[in-house]
């Protein structure tokens, strides 16, 4: 799947469909989870990755994707650093924005190759 077809892909997921399915496009790098269970967590933490997501669903809202050559030096570093430490391809940040209604939603998050498959990185 390439990039566009998956930022496609993951606008559609949140916007129309369910929690699993969204789950299903977000990867939690074994050091996350690893702090998650450090700092007692429980069995279903990785909820916690979905809750940013769940004030999209119905509504229509805004995409934007920057590649990570595109971002401030600290944050390139900051990314560059993410993807050594988890082993991934993280290859730049995909934002959401919704405003109307008197509601305002606004998400960021890196989206990277996980096994040859784009994912949000956790």
Known sequence: MSLDTFIQTLTETIKNRTEEEIMALIFIPESVAT???????????????LLPFVGFHGKNFEVTFNPLETLPEVEREKYASKSRQDNLEIEGIVHLRFEGNGEKYRVSAPVGKVSEEYKLIA
């Open 35 to 49: 702090e998650l269970s450090q700092l007692g967590g429980k069995g279903n933490d990785k909820q916690l990755f």
